[in-house]
């Protein structure tokens, strides 16, 4: 009886630390949302366009530094963790830092090439960015945030890795807490008129601050252990195996995300786009949150028959849940032009092309999840690589044709080939059992 109190006590107190560390995600992700709210609020429309386009740009460069190595340190340094081998532990994070130096080269080569394009227009860069000092100054602060955030996810994974979920739990908000503190600052120091340059400096300053803080919270020697040359190369080829597809995924499924705000540039217009945005951010919340919770259900499931019941069980919930959801086509035009003020009004029709793109990703996110459930990252990286490819060739005509309208059809109509992949191989897999192979499962080990 006694026993079985503790065991109860045990499983309680795991369930309060699961509960704190989602709380804190969901309050990380939440102060993001607050944060660019409160950013469009006080700048002006052609500032809000540029830090749209920076918002953008830090994105792509995060995803680059980070190298997919929020995944594969939970896989290889919790195992080893566990078996107490401090020399694997180093082997792995000296590996990783090498893949994270090296991502950083990229990134740095990605945007110098941008730098240059500006002065030498016969090479026009990707965003082809005016060559102006102002300009030159983000682009540095692109690179600066991108490599600070993937830092920031990095040492997430370290924690997770450890099972520290107490201490992430106090960490994680950090960096939305430090960035609208900074902005306080900047406000309180000038209420006239907040600049580009001081919601952009609060911006990258919040993730390297959080890193200041993780070494005073969780003091990490094992940084400092020395690894052999033939080990930490192993690891380098280990990690970067164990994700290469889950890398591509990523690295496309943002491209597709912000394709439409990379490519109207500084189009006059490009302000309200990002306004009609900046509400999408509430849904990357219910994303993630729904990966959280249907992923460990997904993980232990065994045949094609699992599958179909817990499909129909969170469908049944999840159908509901988005119909609950149409009034906000309602809330949010009302909402736009009373937070940024009538020079918006142009957002609400831009807004209402979005919101349905976005609801319907809700509906199609349990079959993404199921894909890593069945350990199928290829998959992954091919239907990322589908929205991808059909955001190129609809932006490419929709855009020049109907400027900030087009990219918002855009945005909803590049979607569906991915999604249209997704139910052929579900609708096969339900029906044979059989997952489809379209490319070797097993990773280099």
Known sequence: MFERALS???????????????????????????????????????EHGIYGQFVAQVTVIQAITEAGLQYSLIRYLSRSLHHQNQQ???SILRASL?????????????????????????????????????????????LLSGFGMSIFSFLDAVLVSHQKYRELAYWIPSTGVIRLALLTFFYASDPDHLTIEQALFAFLAGPYISVAIFFMIFPASFFEQKAEDHHRFHWIRQLFSYNRWLIAASFFSILS?????????????????????????????LLATMQSVILPRFSVLENARDFAQNFKFIYKFLLPGVVLLLPGFWIFSWFLPFWYGNEYQLSISVFWILYPGFLLRLL????????LALDRPA????????????????????????????AAWSSLIAQTPGWIFLIVLFYRYLRTGVFPELLPRKLVE
């Open 8 to 46: 109860l006590i045990g499983d309680h107190r795991r369930l309060g630390k699961i509960a704190g560390l989602f709380l804190s995600r969901s309050f990380h992700s939440f102060s993001s949302l607050v944060f660019s709210l409160v950013v469009g609020k006080l700048l002006i429309v052609e």
């Open 88 to 90: 694997e532990v180093a």
């Open 98 to 142: 090498s893949l994270k130096f090296y991502a950083f080269l990229i990134a740095f080569i990605l945007i110098a090439s941008w730098a240059t394009a500006g002065f030498f227009p016969i090479l026009e860069g990707p965003l082809r960015l005016p060559g102006s000092p102002d300009h030159l100054t983000i682009l540095l602060m692109v």
């Open 257 to 285: 995300d912000w394709m439409e705000v990379l490519l109207l540039g500084q189009r006059p217009d490009a302000p309200f786009y990002h306004a009609a945005r900046i509400p999408m951010q509430g849904f990357l919340i």
């Open 364 to 371: 199609f996110a349990p079959l993404g999840t199921a894909l």
């Open 379 to 406: 998959i992954v990286g091919i239907e990322a690589g589908l929205r991808m490819i059909a955001g190129v060739v609809t932006n490419s005509f929709l855009i020049p044709a109907y400027g900030i309208h087009g």
